[in-house]
Structure formats: C-alpha cells, structure tokens
C-alpha cells in the first residue's frame, strides 16, 4: 500500500502533456494567416485624387479607384497615376506685336484627365509629359504675346500675374489629349524686357505731338 502511494505521488508530481488542439482549430488559424496574406497581396486602397491602371494578362488597361481595388499579382500589372500633376515652370522668350522681345516666366496647371493613355504613354521610352507640356504652353503664350502691343502688356511686364486665355486651339488640344493632359490654367507671373530690346523699341517708337506755337492763331 506504501508503494502505490508512492507511485501515485510521483505520478502526481510528474508534469502533465500538453494538449493538441483540435484539427478544426489549426484549420481556421491557418486559414486567416493565409487570408490575411492574400488581402495585403491582392487589395488597394486608391484615395480620391489617384487611379489606378490595371493591365491583366497584356490586355487592355482598365482604370479603377477611388475605394478598394483587388489586383492578382503575377497577372496583373498595374500603376498609380496622380491626378494632380505639380506645376509646370517653365522661361520662354516672345516677341509683342511691335517687335519687342520679352523674357516670361510661365507657370501652368496640368492635370490627367485620361489615366489610362497617361501611363502608357509614360512608359513609353524617351517619354516625358513635361516636355509636351511645356512645347504647348509656350506656344499658346507666344500667340498671346504676339497679339499684343508692349503698351498693353505693361501691367503685366510690372510684375503682375497674367492669365493666358484659351487659344481654342484643337490641333495642339490633341496633342495633349494624346498624353491624357489638359492644361486648365497658365499664368505669366513675371516679364523682363532686356535693354536692348527696349532701346530698339523706344528708338522706333513715334515722336510725341509737340504743343503748337502759342503765337500762332
């Protein structure tokens, strides 16, 4: 009888086997570790002023967001494109109507309106947005400019901030439709007229009317 207390509380003693959770268990936990992976994989989050371009399988791009966006990564392809472009500074030089040159500083506001054709074209090698950008701005200045005489520009040659109307131009329109830009605004924030510029136009300009003779009837 010594003995099987002896036994019975050595056994009692001995540290007891851990125990092996149920097969379901594992399952679910390794099913949500799994479906955690493949959410962070496959799920975008677009905000407002972004899109996202979306190539599967080499076809077509489609353009999806704002909200959740669900990609399969090693099918598809894809790229965010901002919206909002930066800015577009830019120095050009044009000649008025009576021939005086001037030196602008030129700031234009640009913005995607076609995600789709403004990735692909951006991933064209040797491509840049800026540069077709910046050749229409500046061209649609030089026609304001060329329009008008320096006595009607002085306003804006003393630093005041222009805004460049639009030329209704189509032609260069769909040069730019063709990179997904639109241009919504252009200014021209500052004018220099070099000194030489300005002697030659002062040199051509018309002698003021001098009074007549007060003696003269």
């Known amino acids: 009888m010594a003995g099987d207390l002896t036994v019975g509380s050595v056994a009692a003693g001995m540290p007891r086997q851990g125990v092996e959770p149920p097969p379901v268990v594992v399952f679910i936990v390794v099913a949500l570790v799994v479906a955690g992976i493949v959410v962070v994989a496959t799920v975008r989050v677009i905000p407002e002023h972004q899109r996202l371009v979306v190539w599967r399988l080499g076809g077509a791009p489609v353009v999806r967001g704002p909200g959740l966006v669900w990609v399969l990564p090693g099918i598809d392809r894809w790229e965010r494109v901002w919206l909002r472009v930066d800015p577009l500074e830019t120095w050009s030089q044009a000649f008025t109507r009576d021939g005086v040159l001037l030196r602008l500083k030129i700031i234009a506001v640009v913005s995607v309106i076609d995600p789709a054709r403004y990735a692909a ?85 018309p002698a003021a009317p001098t009074a007549s003779d007060p003696g003269r009837s």
């Open 121 to 205: 074209r951006a991933a064209e090698p040797s491509a840049s947005a800026d540069v077709a950008a910046g050749v229409i701005v500046e061209g649609q200045v030089r026609r304001y400019i060329a329009e008008r005489d320096l006595t009607q520009l002085t306003v804006m040659i003393a630093g005041g901030v222009s805004p460049v109307p639009d030329a209704g131009d189509a032609a260069r329109r769909w040069v730019l439709g063709q990179w997904g830009l639109a241009v919504s605004v252009i200014q021209i924030v500052q004018a220099d007229v070099p000194l030489h510029s300005l002697h030659h136009w002062t040199a051509r300009a």
